[in-house]
């Protein structure tokens, strides 16, 4: 089964983990992709990491909100996105007031790609019951919009035990930030499609993805709602031709926004990978800004 192809657009992952995570990186890698056309530009989150595990490969990784307000300060067009933010590990209260104010200062530039979470021992790490992440996505993204949207709440978040009598939390965004909800699962393709304005996938085929996308849009056929695949193109290690083949049949089957995070682990090497990509995106006819 195909989609209609609708325009799509690019974001490219920072340099946020690893090696070559660093403030100066940071700001390069989101200048140079701001002037390179891109769409957005992406952090991931990990709190901590414990050894051993194959993914993710660096247990050194800047604080996404943090690196958020950083690359704001450096970047005047460029959309900066989660992929993602594990809302079931903070505090709802904690992510609507630093969310809000990356927003405002960015001028509206924020994309909040959110899911449940999947690494356990995170989870006990933080003291924050693993079997509980679904209904605390669940309740954290209705406490975000309340926060957004509402003055002088009094509600009842039961999973949190937070308890609202007349709460203000200022300041509120000055638009609604948009919601990109992750993970695979039916529970979380219907979170997309009842309280997301689009799904961010990870690392899932063209073929994997038909499924997912034909339940999607069975719920949201509105060519607003996003459908956003994060991969591990690097043009610098995989075939040129089989990049562009694959962006090909990723827009046959309804992607509409891709995300490129390059494996180089030194910052002149991620940024020549950037500037390759860019190149790639242009020849397969992907949106980029000018």
């Known amino acids: 089964m195909t989609q209609t192809p609708q325009e799509m657009t690019a974001g490219m992952h920072l340099p946020q983990a690893g090696p070559a995570a660093s403030g100066g990186s940071l700001t390069a890698a989101a200048v140079l992709s701001e002037e390179l056309g891109f769409a957005d530009v992406w952090v991931s989150d990990h709190l901590v990491v414990p050894t051993g595990v194959p993914y993710p490969p ?6 996404p909100l943090t690196a958020m307000t950083w690359v704001a300060a450096a970047t005047t ?4 996105g989660t992929t993602v933010l594990v809302m079931p590990m903070r505090n709802p209260i904690v992510v609507a007031k630093s969310i809000a104010t990356i927003d405002l200062l960015s001028e509206g530039r924020v994309i909040l790609g959110t899911a ?3 690494l356990r021992a995170e989870f006990d790490a933080l003291g924050v019951p693993f079997e509980e992440r679904g209904a605390r996505t669940n309740e954290a993204i209705e406490m975000l919009r309340t926060m957004w949207t509402e003055d002088h709440i009094t509600a009842e978040f039961p999973v949190h035990g937070a308890s609202f009598e007349s709460i203000r939390c200022k300041p509120q965004p000055s638009r609604h930030i948009p919601l990109w909800i992750g993970g695979h699962a039916r529970v979380a393709l219907d979170r997309a499609t009842s309280v997301g304005d689009g ?9 994997d993805s038909i499924p997912m996308i034909a339940h999607l ?7 607003e709602f996003a459908i956003s695949m994060r991969t591990r193109w690097d043009p610098l290690e995989d075939d040129r031709s089989l990049i562009l083949d694959e962006i090909e049949q990723y827009r046959a089957v309804g992607v509409n926004h891709v995300v490129a995070e ?12 950037i500037e390759a990509m860019a190149e790639i995106l242009v020849e397969a006819g992907v ?4």
């Open 58 to 63: 660096s247990a050194y990784v800047l604080e």
């Open 77 to 80: 067009r460029v959309h900066i």
């Open 116 to 118: 449940a979470g999947w």
């Open 199 to 207: 799904w961010h996938g990870g690392f899932v085929s063209p073929q």
């Open 217 to 223: 849009r069975a719920a949201r056929p509105e060519p």
């Open 262 to 273: 390059p494996r180089q682990r030194t910052v002149s090497a991620y940024l020549e990978s």
């Open 287 to 290: 949106s980029m800004a000018t």
